[in-house]
């Protein structure tokens, strides 16, 4: 079902309470309302990317604190998804500050270290920038399952955050990707000076996509200084709360990830977004460059709540199934 912008505005003005109420509804009759799925993010090559993004630390247009490390050994990416799933994370992210993926010796090394990585029994999921089908199709052959490769924001306000690529560049890329029978992770930042309507445009331009995108990452900016957005006043932590919810709604059975921006999130407001749906988090004291929770301050959280892991295989009956009729579960 699509949903027009005037009907998303109304779900997104909704009074809080119902707002999550009926987030809640759509989320238990769809998914386990207890389950977390842990990812955990690593840079594989890290730096000196030829994109001008303004909320990025990794552009070589700006001159931000991050040390440029050139594409990791598969040895050392290995050793570090097998801490990441010592840690408890059932999917490895890996990123590289690619404009886009090129075909060579380097991108033959990722394609090693994909299939290293998800023969040790975890989920992998790539974000290196622009990709082909046919590189897509290599990377879902050697096991990757997901590719990342976010909106950011609405069209309209893009091309006040990017101009070395365009929004089309970006959905092509996701079309690359789900042709090749990849899952898709596409998402979005808040807090880089985009109203609310683009908000929701973003929201809608994800929910437009057929089928959905398996995973919704939602980004709280982190303005990292030398960035033109190092200047950034946070997002409301309400408004946060909305967008994760109005996402909930529109996606039913899409895995809403609460990405960037937790350090300064403290747990109750963590607990709303969970609450409105949200259903993922990065595990691990950094993201791709920047900090993140402790791992250990995360378990207590969810401990604290009641909440568990979620299995990626259940995760997957989610994305197919019409409601969480699956065998031995019960919303409660
Ligand atoms: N270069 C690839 C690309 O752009 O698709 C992959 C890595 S890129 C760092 C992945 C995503 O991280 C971006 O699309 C953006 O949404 C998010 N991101 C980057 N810097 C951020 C920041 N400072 N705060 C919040 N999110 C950020
Ligand atoms: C996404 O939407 N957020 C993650 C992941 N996808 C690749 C990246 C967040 C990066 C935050 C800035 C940094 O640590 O460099
Ligand atoms: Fe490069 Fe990705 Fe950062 Fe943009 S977001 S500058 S493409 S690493």
Same mark, same amino acid.
């Given at each position: 079902?699509?949903?027009?912008?005037?009907?998303?505005?109304?779900?997104?003005?909704?009074?809080?309470?119902?707002?999550?109420?009926?987030?809640?509804?759509?989320?238990?009759?769809?998914?386990?309302?207890?389950?977390?799925?842990?990812?955990?993010?690593?840079?594989?090559?890290?730096?000196?990317?030829?994109?001008?993004?303004?909320?990025?630390?990794?552009?070589?247009?700006?001159?931000?604190? !991050?040390?440029?490390?050139?594409?990791?050994?598969?040895?050392?990416?290995?050793?570090?998804?097998?801490?990441?799933?010592?840690?408890?994370?059932?999917?490895?992210?890996?990123?590289?500050a690619w404009r886009d993926?090129?075909?060579?010796?380097?991108?033959?090394?990722?394609?090693?270290?994909?299939?290293? !990585?998800?023969?040790?029994?975890?989920?992998?999921?790539?974000?290196?920038?622009?990709?082909?089908?046919?590189?897509?199709?290599?990377?879902?052959?050697?096991?990757?399952?997901?590719?990342?490769?976010?909106?950011? =924001?609405?069209?309209?306000?893009?091309?006040?955050?990017?101009?070395?690529?365009?929004?089309?560049?970006?959905?092509?890329?996701?079309?690359? /990707?789900?042709?090749?029978?990849?899952?898709?992770?596409?998402?979005?930042?808040?807090?880089?000076?985009?109203? =609310?309507?683009?908000?929701?445009?973003?929201?809608?331009?994800?929910a437009d996509l057929d089928?959905?995108?398996?995973? !919704?990452?939602?980004?709280?900016?982190? @303005?990292?200084?030398?960035?033109?957005?190092?200047?950034?006043?946070? /997002?409301?932590?309400?408004?946060?709360?909305?967008?994760?919810?109005?996402?909930?709604?529109?996606?039913?059975?899409?895995?809403?990830?609460?990405?960037?921006?937790?350090?300064?999130?403290?747990?109750?407001?963590?607990?709303?977004?969970?609450?409105?749906?949200?259903?993922?988090?990065?595990?691990?004291?950094?993201?791709?460059?920047?900090?993140?929770?402790?791992?250990?301050?995360?378990?207590?959280?969810?401990?604290?709540?009641?909440?568990? @892991?979620?299995?990626?295989?259940?995760?997957?009956?989610?994305?197919?199934?019409?409601?969480?009729?699956?065998?031995?579960?019960? @919303?409660?």
């Amino acid at each position: 079902m699509h949903h027009t912008l005037e009907e998303i505005r109304e779900i997104y003005q909704l009074p809080f309470t119902t707002l999550i109420h009926r987030a809640q509804e759509v989320h238990r009759k769809h998914q386990d309302p207890a389950g977390i799925q842990l990812c955990t993010l690593q840079s594989i090559k890290t730096g000196k990317c030829p994109e001008n993004c303004k909320y990025c630390p990794q552009s070589a247009h700006y001159d931000t604190p !991050v040390d440029a490390e050139p594409l990791m050994d598969v040895e050392d990416i290995v050793g570090k998804a097998a801490e990441a799933k010592a840690g408890g994370a059932s999917r490895f992210c890996m990123g590289a500050a690619w404009r886009d993926v090129r075909d060579g010796e380097q991108f033959d090394s990722v394609l090693t270290t994909v299939r290293e !990585v998800s023969d040790m029994g975890l989920e992998v999921c790539c974000t290196m920038g622009m990709l082909r089908e046919d590189q897509a199709l290599r990377l879902k052959e050697a096991g990757c399952t997901v590719y990342n490769h976010n909106l950011d =924001t609405s069209r309209e306000f893009y091309h006040e955050i990017i101009t070395t690529r365009t929004y089309e560049d970006r959905l092509q890329t996701l079309k690359n /990707v789900r042709n090749a029978g990849l899952e898709v992770c596409a998402g979005g930042i808040l807090g880089m000076g985009e109203t =609310t309507e683009d908000r929701l445009k973003l929201l809608k331009e994800l929910a437009d996509l057929d089928p959905h995108p398996e995973s !919704v990452p939602i980004n709280a900016l982190v @303005p990292v200084p030398g960035t033109p957005l190092e200047n950034q006043e946070p /997002v409301s932590s309400f408004d946060f709360v909305r967008i994760v919810a109005t996402a909930r709604i529109l996606m039913p059975r899409s895995i809403v990830r609460l990405s960037a921006g937790r350090t300064e999130m403290n747990a109750e407001t963590q607990a709303l977004c969970f609450l409105a749906g949200a259903n993922s988090l990065f595990l691990g004291e950094k993201l791709l460059t920047t900090p993140n929770p402790e791992t250990s301050d995360d378990f207590r959280l969810l401990n604290d709540l009641g909440l568990h @892991p979620l299995d990626p295989e259940q995760a997957r009956a989610f994305h197919r199934n019409a409601g969480p009729a699956i065998a031995g579960f019960d @919303p409660g």
